[in-house]
């Protein structure tokens, strides 16, 4: 097992390598910088820039420096103020020496904002889109398990095919159909949700509502699935051979085991919810990350897209890694290595 | 000999299809006894006809704009959105019925502009399932058919390429292109990419976004078809008579795993399609004032509370062709393999 989860995170930093190495390469492998303009600024101002912002150096340097500067955690001491170049993302006092700190993730300074870091930007702006997401996966959980367990219990009567029917409208239909939609009817029309905003739980319902219903209708059809195949099986006729009631049967032998294959789908819905957040946020107007990036990326942001692009490829890499192994645990007839 | 003619006609009719039918025939016998999947088609039908005579079937031009029309709306939209009040009435809203869905806030007529943008999605519809074929099938057949180290790499390639996040690297590459092919001096490639793109409405850019992020799946897929295919025994007799690579690939391995790759494409075809949209929804996709879809969400999205309408039906007409792709998609597997109906 140790070897396994050893493999598999090994594999997701190498993935997650290969994307700050492609999304470096694709931002500067272009002509004109960051600070191209309509009008074109002094020669020597650009310079003065790109030598600020360690742009003059090789490309490969400059990558090794950005690579540097997020991985490689660093131990200070002494009076420390906040500078645009020295922002690290996680800060641990420890409990030695003259007030010395474990430092770690360097995303650097903003070209655009010049007085904020990414860093400064992901934690004004992340916890948002975080609060966004596990409120959404919470809804779909809520939602989409209970619609696929009856839908499978109810097989092909009006139930099931009620269900199915709304999880099949979830699945076709992408976030940026539902927002509209769902801002009229519990907006325009029936005025009981405020449209836009941030702030209240009032206005969380209607994004986390639009983003977990896509989610939902995936886990419904994979529960309906995985609880039919697990019907089928022969400890499921042992357990109704013995004698037990139905409703043991399905509670403590079907449900737990139909689970497991549910589990695989929080790597893609991470996945999912993540595209979502573009649409949703810039729909109702809520200032996460993924609004941001939006932004960002047409500013030619480098430290902003590199740093939004590798933290959201982290979240989906681990995601993933950690619902491998969560599989692995939970199946016991699955062989690791 | 007549009693014996009338006893067995039972018995033909029960077995006639089950003879003269071949694998196609079966499918299509299946899925015009699907109902959903029989009206996707019709949707989709009418839809590519709509697109392909845009000209004749839209009432005025998609990029005709009379500004003193802006945000009007015929009688019948009031109708249906009650927050929706005309001006005689102490309102905002401008009656104007010569636009059959209103028009957008540039005095555009709304079902001209959805007409022509069902060209778009329909196009990456058409494209995406194309490239990705092509490459996938390409990459699969190598791995798959050749093996060894050159399978090694392809394989590792696309378990990279797969971990990405496909969302992410399609905007970044976006932003990439429009950014850095505009303003470029005449004669050179990247001045050549940006006109045809231009000339295209921005689509070329979002079709090589595109296309370079979907292959991945199919090239598995081909792949995995190929090394079960391939030691089958019809191969392996293939092959003892003598029959070249090619012949093999050609004649006994892509007849045996086209049926899945289009079962395949079609349930990836909204996918390419929502792709679309959203690029065009965050203002990377198509360029204004190429109408699409997304675009048109977009827009109309900033003014949903006062014009219901300008958001609405784009978002239902983009609605109605990602359920019949699902339809058709769903309705093709279960009539080509009838083995995974109802599993996912």
Known sequence: ?337 | MTTIKETTIPVVRLRKPAESRSLWGDALFRLRRNRAAVIGVIVLVLTIVIAIFAPVFAPKNYDAAVLSDNNAAPDWILRVFPTMISRDQGGYVTINNSYPLGADKLGRDLLSRIIYGARVSLEVALIGPLISIIVGVIVGLLAGYVGGRVDNVLMRVVDIMYAFPTLLLIILMMAVFRTSFEGQQPGTLAYSLNRLDSSMGGLLFVFVGIGLTAWMGMARLVRAQVLSVRELTYVEAARSVGAGSLTIIYKHILPNIVGTLIVAQTLDIPTYISYEAFLSFIGLGVKPPTPSWGSMISDGAQAIQTFPNQTLFPALALALVMFAFNFLGDGLRDALDPRLRGVD
């Open chain 1, 1 to 337: 097992m140790g070897k396994f989860v050893f493999q598999r995170f090994m594999w997701a930093a190498l993935v997650l390598f290969v994307v700050a190495m492609t999304t470096f390469l694709l931002m500067h492998a272009v002509p004109g910088g960051p600070f191209s303009r309509d009008k074109p600024l002094p020669a020597q101002t650009i310079a003065q820039l790109n030598k600020k912002y360690n742009l003059d150096v090789p490309l490969t340097e400059q990558f090794l420096d950005y690579v540097g500067d997020i991985i490689v955690p660093v131990v200070l001491t002494g009076a420390q103020q906040k500078s645009l170049d020295h922002d690290y993302l996680f800060s641990v006092r420890l409990p030695f020496g003259d007030n010395a700190t474990f430092r770690w993730a360097n995303f650097g300074p903003s070209f655009k904002s010049t007085s904020r870091t990414v860093n400064d930007i992901f934690r004004d702006n992340f916890p948002i889109s975080f609060q966004l997401g596990i409120v959404s996966l919470i809804v779909a959980t809520v939602i989409g398990l209970p619609l696929g367990v009856i839908s499978a219990l109810k097989r092909n009567t009006v139930y099931d095919y009620a269900g199915m029917g709304v999880a099949i409208l979830g699945v076709s239909v992408p976030v940026i159909i539902t927002a509209p939609f769902l801002q009229y009817l519990f907006g325009v029309e029936w005025k009981l949700l405020p449209l836009t905003g941030w702030g209240t739980p009032n206005q969380l319902i209607l994004p986390a509502l639009t983003l977990g219903f896509g989610s939902a209708a995936i886990i419904a059809r994979l529960t309906r699935a995985s609880l039919l195949q697990v019907l089928n099986e022969d400890y499921i006729r042992t357990a109704r051979a013995k004698g037990l009631g139905e409703g043991r049967v399905v509670n403590v032998h079907a449900l737990k085991n139909c689970l497991i294959p549910v589990v695989t789908v929080f790597g893609p819905l991470m996945a999912y919810l993540v595209t979502g957040t573009f649409v949703v946020e810039t729909i109702f107007g809520i200032p996460g990350m993924g609004r941001f990036f939006v932004t960002s990326i047409t500013g030619r942001d480098y430290p902003v897209i590199m740093g939004t692009i590798l933290v959201f490829a982290a979240l989906l890499v681990l995601a993933n890694a950690l619902v491998d192994v969560a599989y692995v645990w939970l199946d016991p007839r699955i062989r690791f290595g």
